[in-house]
T-cell receptor
Framework: AQRVTQPEKLLSVFKGAPVELKCNYSYSGSPELFWYVQYSRQRLQLLLRHISRESIKGFTADLNKGETSFHLKKPFAQEEDSAMYYCALPNAGGTSYGKLTFGQGTILTVHP | NAGVMQNPRHLVRRRGQEARLRCSPVKGHSHVYWYRQLPEEGLKFMVYLQKENIIDESGMPKERFSAEFPKEGPSILRIQQVVRGDSAAYFC?????????????FGPGTRLTVT
């Protein structure tokens, strides 16, 4: 069965410090992976997906198939990055592709 | 451009009562997903629906839970005879097509409290 693991429930850094939110997955085949973010009092929203290889709000994430990881990184954290972050994996196949498997989430706090 | 709407935002029910959670997807979206977030846990998939069809209900508890997405009107997640363990945040998401189904737009959630 596919699974997503975010080992850190809480992560605290100071403004300007690098930040890395860890995500590991188990999946047979070529995965598509996503990061969703939920800012305080806002709804969950897509941050980035690995196939687009883009940088959003300074965040990047590289898929490492050897380590089955998709860690989210930012070289210089900002206070507005404080939020809950979820790593997500779409369904492996079968009859529906819509189902997302989420990690447990990491609460990032960036201190001034 | 209204996003996904969910109501009510907060719902309190006594044990044994029924809970009805509503979700109106983004206009033009025909795919709806329901997720549940139990306290201290991540979001867990429950059910995926298209108009008038249940596509995948592998995450739905076998009893007391049902979902529908009629031709007209919002999607409904119904929980009969609620128990304390049903207390959670229930999120609805929608997408325009299955091809892009991984880009899901989420509602604000309904927080169900069972007393």
């Amino acid at each position: 069965a596919q699974r997503v693991t975010q080992p850190e429930k809480l992560l605290s850094v100071f403004k300007g410090a690098p930040v890395e939110l860890k995500c590991n997955y188990s999946y047979s085949g070529s995965p598509e992976l996503f990061w969703y973010v939920q800012y305080s009092r806002q709804r969950l929203q897509l941050l980035l997906r690995h196939i687009s290889r883009e940088s959003i709000k300074g965040f990047t994430a590289d898929l490492n198939k050897g380590e089955t990881s998709f860690h989210l990184k930012k070289p210089f954290a900002q206070e507005e990055d404080s939020a809950m972050y979820y790593c997500a994996l779409p369904n492996a196949g079968g009859t529906s592709y819509g189902k997302l498997t989420f990690g447990q989430g990491t609460i990032l706090t960036v201190h001034p | 451009n209204a996003g996904v709407m969910q109501n009510p935002r907060h719902l309190v029910r006594r044990r044994g009562q029924e809970a009805r959670l509503r979700c109106s997807p983004v206009k033009g979206h025909s795919h709806v997903y329901w997720y549940r977030q139990l306290p201290e846990e991540g979001l867990k998939f429950m059910v995926y629906l298209q108009k008038e069809n249940i596509i995948d209900e592998s995450g739905m508890p076998k009893e007391r839970f049902s979902a529908e997405f009629p031709k007209e009107g919002p999607s409904i997640l119904r929980i009969q005879q609620v128990v304390r363990g049903d207390s959670a945040a229930y999120f609805c998401a929608s997408s325009p097509t299955e091809t892009h189904s991984y880009e899901q737009y989420f509602g604000p959630g309904t927080r169900l409290t069972v007393t």
